[in-house]
Nanobody
């Protein structure tokens, strides 16, 4: 079982940047596939991107490609979501997630509010 604790988030003006962190703890963390999702108010949860621990391979939703970067620090068991050129439509609660049964994510962080003002 893996446990995820998020940090970061907050309020930023459009065009600004924010970084979210997600620290994983537990057994065999490297066997988990990691992801970021977001959920805007009144909207369904939306895929943002994924990363693997072993080789750092990433995928991104088209809506964030070129603006967001997912990275990991294996020594700290932490993944990051660097968000640049933020837009008001990026406003959402952001969640990190883990799974051994991709594409079904079954372990979630507590969420972090990101608000982008115009």
């Amino acid at each position: 079982q893996v446990h995820l604790v998020q940090s970061g988030g907050g309020l930023v003006q459009a065009g600004g940047s924010l970084t979210l962190s997600c620290a994983a703890s537990g057994h065999a963390i490297s066997t988990y596939f990691m992801g970021w999702f977001r959920q805007g108010s009144g909207k369904e949860r939306e895929f943002v991107g994924t990363i693997t621990w072993n080789n750092g391979l990433t995928t991104y939703a088209n809506s964030v490609k070129g603006r967001f970067t997912i990275s990991r620090d294996n020594a700290k068991n932490t993944i990051y979501l660097q968000m640049n050129s933020l837009k008001p439509e990026d406003t959402a609660v952001y969640y990190c997630a883990a799974t051994r049964r991709y594409p079904v994510f079954d372990t979630w962080g507590q969420g972090a509010q990101v608000t982008v003002s115009s």
